[in-house]
């Protein structure tokens, strides 16, 4: 079964202390927590081995890492299946000590979360410095007068798309990251910008890439 988020965004990956209010699924700011799934699917000689994981001690992308080559057999590609319930989902490749490989489906939805907050990497996101994930109140602010600003200007037809939408901060909307991080076990560019898409589900996203690697009733089963 999925989690209840309770950590709290934050800066460079230092979890904020948790509030007594989370323990009843709501955070300092009244809003409510998100359950998320994660899991570990490690490559083996006969398939992938899944197991379910936790997330409270990851507070960065090295820590997920970490936690990826713990899984690993003899240094085969290890993924990381992270999904915030009817948000977004990340897939994490890890393939021994090379950089892991990151795809986002939707970074301003991960951007609401501190478990989005480790795979939004700053060079993923293409920001430097500090960002603007340190105060948890202005990037819930920001994020409603982004989504406003975007209702407003929605209907005028006089207006030319100047780009891509952002979030605060930068994030995108939409997918981000290597799309082409599965294309090899069956899983095409396409087919995971597909998955991303407008009206797809997250979790219905992870079943169809599992179903393609081969391990869809073993992933459904730790869930």
Same mark, same amino acid.
């Given at each position: ?45 006969? =398939? ?77 996101? =293409? ?97």
């Amino acid at each position: 079964m999925g989690r209840s988020e309770q950590r709290t965004a934050s800066g460079a990956g230092a979890a904020r202390p948790r509030s007594p209010e989370i323990a009843y699924g709501r955070d300092h700011l009244g809003v409510s927590l998100v359950a998320y799934f994660a899991a570990v699917l490690a490559r083996t000689e006969d =398939g992938w081995d899944v197991s379910e994981t936790e997330l409270d001690n990851v507070e960065t992308l090295a820590d997920l890492a970490d936690l990826a080559r713990e899984a690993a057999q003899d240094d085969n590609t290890v993924l990381v299946f992270i999904e915030q319930e009817d948000a977004w989902f990340a897939v994490v490749r890890v393939d021994g000590e090379e950089d892991p490989r990151i795809f986002v489906s939707d970074a301003a939805a991960a951007a609401r979360s501190s478990y989005g907050d480790v795979v939004l990497t700053e060079e993923l996101v =293409g920001r430097a410095g500090d960002s603007e994930f340190d105060d948890l109140d202005s990037l819930v602010t920001e994020l409603e007068e982004s989504e406003d600003a975007e209702l407003s200007s929605t209907g005028s037809d006089d207006e030319e798309d100047e780009g891509p939408a952002t979030g605060p901060g930068g994030v995108p909307v939409g997918p981000l990251g290597d799309s082409e991080l599965l294309s090899e076990f069956g899983v095409s560019s396409g087919d995971l910008l597909d998955l991303s898409g407008e009206g797809a589900e997250p979790g219905d996203a992870l079943n169809e890439i599992a179903d393609a690697l081969g391990c869809a009733e073993v992933l459904e089963a730790v869930r």
